[in-house]
Structures are given as C-alpha cells and as structure tokens.
C-alpha cells in the first residue's frame, strides 16, 4: 500500500454537509470520498490536458478542424442526428 498524508481542505458549511450526508448515504468516510473525487479530478484533468498537447501538436503539423465542420456539429447538437465530434479536415498538404 502507497504511504499516504494528511491534507486539510476548507469547504463551504454547504459543501461539508452535503459530503457528510453522501458519504453517510454511501457508507464511506468522508475522507474516502473526497480521496476519490480528488483522484477522479486529477484523472479527467490530465486527460484534458494530454487532448490539448494532442491538439497543439497536431495544429503544429497543420491538422486542423475546419470552421464548415465545427459549425455543422454544433447545429447538431440536441438534434435527433446529432453528430460525433468533427475529425481533422484541414492538412498541410492539402488532402481532405
């Protein structure tokens, strides 16, 4: 098991007791649920940084989305054809 410390964090008296009452309701300790939501953010966060150096790089090559594409997945967005993410369309040497 990873050696673990201790870390004090101020809340909101809201936000500490909606913790309190989820961890009660999940049968967790409080500081098991906020291990987890910290673990969690972490995870989505280095996720949505690695897209942005993703997308840096890509833009480095000249890959790019073009503007058509982008608009016509956001007119789709709440729509019952609603489109997956636009792939890049746009590349340095001019293929499609």
Known sequence: MAASETFSVRLPSETKKELEEYARATQRSTAF???EAVEAHLAE???????IEEAE?????GVF?????VIKWLESWGTEN???PPEPDIFPDGRK
């Open 82 to 84: 609603e489109l997956p």
């Open 45 to 51: 966060r280095r996720a949505y940084l690695a897209a």
């Open 33 to 35: 649920v906020v291990k």
């Open 65 to 69: 989305v073009s503007g058509e594409a």
């Open 57 to 61: 790089r890509e833009a480095d090559e």
